[in-house]
Structure formats: C-alpha cells, structure tokens
C-alpha cells in the first residue's frame, strides 16, 4: 500500500469507529449497567437489539463495548497529550541549549529507558488508590522518552539552519526563536510520533484493566472487556472475540497510520 | 576492553540505586498501611506489628536497612504469605518465569531473524510484503489478546494442546505460552533485521563479496549477519523488558505459578514488600542484563569502544 492510501484507508477507520462509539449508545434502546438476569451470555441477535450479545450479568455488550471504545481512546488521548507537552518541551529544551545541559538531560532519558516502567505503573496504582486520573498522567509519563529523543535530534539539526541564525542575528530572543521558529518545524515529526504513542497508551491501559488494575466496574475499557471475555470464553466465544478484534484494529490502524505519516512527511523532506 | 567494560559496570550502579529508591519511596508513599483490615486492630498489636517490621523507624533508616539486606540477597519478609521470605518466594516463581522468558526469546530471535533475512532478499516482493504484513499485525496485537485467542482455537476448540497449567512433566504444556510470548518479539526482530539487512547489503564490501564469486547464502552468512544483528543487539534491552512485562499476562491466562502471578497477586494483596521486592529483583535483571548486551556490543563492534 503506498503512503498516502494507507492514511486515508487506517484514517476512516478510525473515525468510523470513533463515530460508532459516540453515536452508537445513543441509538440503541440498550443501557451500558442495566443487568438482566434472564439473558445472562446471550449471543448477538437482533432480538433485543442485542447486536454484540450480552454478558455474564446480561449487560448489552454492544453498549458496553461502545462505552469500553470511548474510555480506551479518552485514556489514549489524554495519555498522549500529556506524554506530547512533557517530551516535546524536554527534547526541544535539551536540543536547543545543548552542551553539557543536553548531556545530563539525554544520560537522564537513557537511565529512565532502562526502568520497567510498567511494574512503576502497577506498583502506583497498588500505592495510590486506582483513580482515572491517574491512569492518565501514569500512562503519560511511560511514553515521553521517544518523543524527547526524537524531538531533541530534530531541534540538533534545526538550530544550526539558516533561517534560525537569521533569526538570531536580528536580535529575536531565544525563547521566541524556540517557539515561533523551531516548534512549527517540529509539527510533522510530532504528529507522526503522537500517532504512533497512542497505539502504546492503549496497550497499556488494557494491559492495567486486562489484570484488574485499571478502570472499575462498573465503567469498562476493552481491555476490561478482553479480560471479562477470557473468563466466559468457553461458554461465549463472542464475548472475547469482538472487544479483541476491535482492541486489535484500533491498534493496527493507529500504527499503521503512524507509519504512513512518517512516509509521507519524510517524503515531503527529501523533496 | 577492560576499561570499556569497568566503565559500563559503574554506568549501571546509579541507574540501579536510582530505581530501588524510586521504587521503596513510591510504596512507602503509600496511604494507608499493609495491615489496614476491615477488622480494627488495638493501638498495642498495631504498634508491636510495626516494631517487627521496622515501621515505626524513619523513612532514611528504613531505607538503609532494606539496602543492607538487599546487600545480602535478603528482600524482607512478605506481608502476607507469612511463612515465607520475598527472596524465598522469587526463589519458587522465578525458574518458571525464566524458562518461559528464555525460551521465548530464543525462539523469537531464531524466527525473527530469519524472516528478516529473507525479507531483506526478496525487498519489494510478495515473500516480503507477507513477512512486513504479518509483523506488523504481531507488533499491534497485545499478548493478552493472542493468548486467550490461541487458547480458544488450538486448546478449547480443537483440543491440540492443554489449555492450561498442569504439574505434569509434559512440555507442552510450554507450547503456548512461550509462542505466545515470542509472537510481538518476532515480530519487532523480523523488522529490525530486514531494515538493517537492507542497509547492510548495499554496502561496498557486500558487492566485493559477490564479486569474487560467493554465493548468497555465504554473503549472507558469513558477511553481512554479523553487521546487521548489531539493532538487533542493541533492541536486546528492550525487549527483555517487554518479555518480562508479557510474561506476567501469559501466566496470569496460562494459570502458571510464576513470578508474574505472585507480583500480580502482591499487588492486588497489598503485600508491599513482595510487590517492591519483585519490581527491584526484575529492575536489577534488565539492568543487568543490558549491561551484558552493551557489553557484547563492545565485542562484536570495537567502534563503540573508543566512544
């Protein structure tokens, strides 16, 4: 697939899916905590409107996932813009004033790549009581240290260009030439490198819900749903099958579009 | 290389204290303490239940004393499996945990590299288009999807192997948990190896090669693997990491009596020293073992050396 048709095809993917989670509940009859004791593990039917079944305590999984869909990506995106504003200001602080600043920044990124982050993650939600809040800035602040990496090289190169010495040899001051200057050049790089955090956020939330640590009951994500479809697997295939191939698609979209961004904004370079 | 290597070992101590530190002052941070029940206990057993576990002393002293212990291997006692040691209970969950994770990462750099190799060959064919497809389904697939989905098709469904975990000395009861494990991991390899294959093979001293006569699988082997492994080495760190962090969803679903399941199980318990303990046992191995593969690096590549 070229570049340019893998965006568009993983983009409107995305946004159905993201559409079918905000509109869905709202069109079917179904509510996402009533239980019904008398369609406990019923398989999709549109009888009911019951289109993904019901689950071991007779919810409506179609509603349930809809609502699953809605927290994994809130999680996602707010993980990510937390994990954008923290690596982006580091990298471009650490590449922009360089010398031994940049040394001691980037030493201090390594050391942090070298942690489990994700046994921090669970030993914060086992220290602190499990808010969402939390999940958020936890999640957050695994996924800062690519895009610090990556925005500090492009900040390496940016500074020494033309236009940057332009800048300075008519008297703008630095934090104006990092703002106006740099940062718009780091928007493409950026982008692509937000695209492919996502993905990892959501992994790491449904890693968290899948064990039981993340979102409660009765909120649900897919990765909570992935989990409660595990445990009825033998008797309900479906309800593992369908949170599982969504969580997968989503994934496999985001990734897949990362990577046809990066094609097309390196493309857009080397030309 | 003595030097080098004496150089990388004193790199990893502060990395290693910094995250036993980080680690202790996150679960001492903790509000609440371990032996907070629903059952109120009187101010007197309270007391004396702190005493025993050093509680009352100050956070600083608390933490010299868990440094000299860990000094001597010794992790604390665990909160709630009262008759044993946290070092007792890695001692019981580790070796499973160790097979499983070692055996995954053969098979993953056995597989992976091999279909990278063969995908750098065929660049731009159908062979390649497959082999990048399919890795890129391993990378986005998470382990707790493809474990229950495999469990469900090959044990559930078409009775092939045991779904779950028994105490019998069937090795196959290995099967699917460690292919499970080694999917993403051959995934990410098979990608490394093709794109640094590719680079490698366009190189002066690859046309040399051809040019006196070699075939390709000798050009290959005996002259382009070894410059092309180095990414391949160096993602060594992180994917120890991402085996380790798998594995705790493999035997949470495969049911295998793990390190993974008693970390899981601290933390759902509360059990803080096992939980702190695990988390600095399993920090202390990837720093470990990175330091090996920065070492190695050093080996096979001379150039990083002299850096």
Redesign the interface.
Same mark, same amino acid.
């Given at each position: 697939m070229s570049g340019n048709r893998t965006i568009k095809v993983t983009g409107t993917v995305l946004l159905a899916i993201a559409v079918m989670a905000l509109v869905g509940p709202w069109i079917s009859p179904n509510d996402y905590v009533a239980t019904d004791l008398d369609l406990i593990l019923k398989p999709p039917s549109a009888n009911g409107m019951h289109w993904f079944g019901t689950d071991g305590l007779g919810r409506d999984l179609f509603v349930r996932t809809m609502h699953g869909i809605r927290v994994t990506m809130l999680v996602a995106v707010v993980a990510s813009l937390v994990s954008l504003v923290i690596g982006v200001a580091y990298g471009a602080i650490a590449g922009f004033v360089g010398g031994r600043v940049d040394a001691v920044m980037m030493r201090l990124v390594d050391?942090l790549?070298?942690?489990?982050f994700?046994? /921090?993650v669970?030993? =914060?939600?086992? &220290? /602190?009581?499990r808010n969402f809040l939390l999940i958020f800035v936890a999640i957050g602040a695994i996924n800062w240290l690519d895009m610090a990496r990556i925005v500090r090289g492009q900040t390496l190169s940016l500074r020494e260009r033309e236009f940057v010495e332009a800048a300075r040899l008519t008297g703008v001051s630095t934090a104006r030439i990092v703002f106006r200057h740099i940062a718009p050049n780091l928007m493409g790089i950026v982008i692509v490198y937000v695209t492919l955090t996502i993905?990892q956020a959501i =992994?790491v939330e449904? /890693?968290l819900s /899948?064990?039981? %640590?993340g979102v409660q009951e009765p909120q649900t994500s897919l990765?909570a749903l992935?989990?409660a479809?595990?445990n009825q697997?033998?008797r309900a &295939?479906f309800a593992?099958?369908i949170p599982?191939s969504l969580?997968?698609v989503i %994934?496999?979209c985001f990734?897949?579009l990362g990577?046809g961004l990066r094609d097309y904004f390196d493309a857009r370079h080397s030309q | 290389m003595l030097r080098y290597t004496l150089l990388r070992i004193l790199g990893a101590i502060?990395?290693l204290l910094? $995250?036993i530190a980080? @680690?202790f002052l +996150? $679960?001492h !941070? @903790?509000?609440g303490g371990p032996f907070d029940d629903e059952r109120a206990l009187s101010p007197e057993i309270e007391a004396n239940i702190a005493a025993a576990y050093h509680l009352d002393e100050p956070l600083p002293k608390q933490f010299l004393r868990y440094m000299g212990g860990l000094l001597r291997g010794d992790l604390g006692p665990s909160y709630r499996y009262l008759d044993y040691t946290v070092s007792e209970l890695i001692a019981i969950g580790f070796p499973y945990s160790m097979r499983i994770g070692a055996a995954a990462m053969a098979l993953a750099l056995l597989i992976g590299v091999g279909a990278g190799t063969v995908a750098a060959l065929r660049q731009g064919a159908l062979l390649d288009r497959i082999v990048m497809g399919f890795s +890129?389904?391993g990378?986005?697939?998470?382990v707790?999807?493809v474990a229950?989905?495999l469990?469900?098709l090959l044990a559930?469904k078409l009775h092939w192997l045991p779904a779950g975990w028994t105490e019998t000395g069937d090795l196959r009861r290995y099967l699917l948990p460690v292919i499970t494990l080694a999917l993403p991991q051959i995934a990410y390899i098979a990608r490394l190896t093709r794109a640094s294959m590719i680079d490698v093979l366009s190189r002066d001293f690859i046309r040399t090669a051809y040019a006196q006569g070699l075939g390709t699988a000798t050009v290959v082997r005996v002259h382009a693997l070894k410059p092309a492994m180095l990414p391949v080495l160096s993602y060594m760190?992180?994917a120890i !990491?991402a085996v380790?962090?798998g594995s705790? #969803?493999v035997e949470?679903?495969f049911g295998i009596p793990g390190l993974g399941q008693y970390?899981?199980g601290g @933390?759902?318990n509360?059990d803080?020293t096992l #939980?702190?303990g695990? $988390?600095v046992f399993? !920090?202390t191995l990837?720093?470990a073992l990175?330091l090996l593969v920065d070492i190695l690096y050093g080996v096979i590549d001379p150039r990083v050396r002299y850096r």
């Open positions: 050391t790549y070298a942690l489990p994700i046994f /921090f669970i030993l =914060l939600m086992v &220290a /602190f009581e993905p =992994l449904s /890693f /899948f064990l039981g %640590l990765g992935v989990d479809g595990v697997m033998e &295939a593992l099958l599982a969580l997968a %994934l496999m990734n897949f990577d | 502060p990395t910094l $995250v980080l @680690a +996150m $679960v !941070a @903790a509000p +890129m389904i990378i986005s697939i998470p707790f999807v229950p989905v469990v469900l559930v760190g992180p !990491a380790l962090t705790v #969803v949470e679903i970390f899981i @933390a759902l509360r803080y #939980v702190l695990i $988390v399993y !920090a990837i720093i990175n």
